[in-house]
C-alpha cells in the first residue's frame, strides 16, 4: 500500500472530492488546513478489507458506516466486536440491495447490536464511507469505490482512500450521514421479502 504524507496533496484531492459530490460548496477557513496522513489501496492487489478490519479494531468511541452493498462479513464481525466494546456502531445502507442480496450481513449487524438504517430516498444509496472515532483526533475516514463486499475484495478493480487525523473530513462525512439517516427507515421497521 502507498503511504502520502503531503498535506498540500491532502487538501487539493479532498476538497476537490468534496466539491465534486456537493459536500462543500466553499469550506469553512478551519477546514482549509489538512493534517494527518493518508493512505490509498487498490484491489486486488491490496487487501482492503483488512484495512478496513483493522481500522474497526482500533475504534475507540465511534464508527459510521454508509453502505451500498454488504456482503464481507469479516467487516460486519469486526463492527459488531467494536459495538461489545461498547464503540457505538451505526449503518446506513441502500435499502434495495439490503433486500435484494440474501447474502447481506445487515441481520447479523442487528443481531450483534449494531444500529442500521435503510436508505430509499435516492435510485442508488450509494456512499461507501467509513468514519470511525469522528471527535477524536485520531478521526479516520474511509471512502472509495469499494463496496464492503467479498466481490470487491476478489474480483474487482476498487479503490479507497483512507484520510486518518483529520476531524474536519470526518465530521463533514458525519454531517453528510446524518442527514441521510434523518429520512431512512430503522431496519426493525422495514418487512423483508
Known amino acids: 500500500?502507498?503511504?502520502?504524507?503531503?498535506?498540500?496533496?491532502?487538501?487539493?484531492?479532498?476538497?476537490?472530492?468534496?466539491?465534486?459530490?456537493?459536500?462543500?460548496?466553499?469550506?469553512p477557513a478551519a477546514e482549509r488546513s489538512g493534517s494527518?496522513?493518508?493512505?490509498?489501496?487498490?484491489t486486488p492487489r491490496d487487501r482492503i478489507d483488512?484495512?478496513?478490519?483493522?481500522?474497526?479494531?482500533?475504534?475507540?468511541?465511534?464508527?459510521?458506516?454508509?453502505?451500498?452493498?454488504?456482503t464481507?462479513?469479516?467487516?460486519?464481525?469486526?463492527?459488531?466486536?467494536?459495538?461489545q466494546r461498547g464503540v457505538q456502531v451505526r449503518v446506513l445502507a441502500d435499502r434495495e440491495q439490503a433486500r435484494a442480496l440474501p447474502q447481506s450481513v445487515f441481520a447479523d449487524l442487528v443481531a450483534g447490536g449494531v444500529e442500521v438504517w435503510l436508505d430509499s430516498n435516492f435510485q442508488a444509496a450509494h456512499n461507501k464511507v467509513i468514519v470511525v472515532d469522528a471527535e477524536l483526533p485520531r478521526a479516520t475516514t474511509i471512502t472509495g469505490s469499494y463496496n464492503f463486499t467479498i466481490a470487491a475484495q476478489r474480483s474487482n478493480a476498487e479503490n479507497v482512500?483512507?484520510?486518518r487525523e483529520n476531524p474536519a473530513i470526518a465530521r463533514?462525512?458525519?454531517?453528510?450521514?446524518?442527514r441521510l439517516q434523518a429520512k431512512a427507515t430503522p431496519w426493525g421497521e422495514i418487512v423483508r421479502p
Open 50 to 70: 483488512r484495512l478496513i478490519v483493522g481500522e474497526i479494531d482500533r475504534a475507540r468511541h465511534d464508527v459510521t458506516v454508509n453502505a451500498f452493498s454488504f
Open 1 to 27: 500500500m502507498t503511504r502520502l504524507r503531503s498535506a498540500v496533496v491532502f487538501i487539493v484531492v479532498l476538497m476537490a472530492s468534496l466539491a465534486a459530490c456537493g459536500a462543500w460548496a466553499e469550506p
Open 161 to 163: 482512500i483512507v484520510l
Open 36 to 42: 494527518g496522513s493518508i493512505e490509498v489501496a487498490f
Open 172 to 178: 463533514a462525512y458525519l454531517d453528510n450521514w446524518s
Open 72 to 83: 464481507d462479513r469479516s467487516i460486519a464481525r469486526a463492527l459488531v466486536r467494536a459495538r
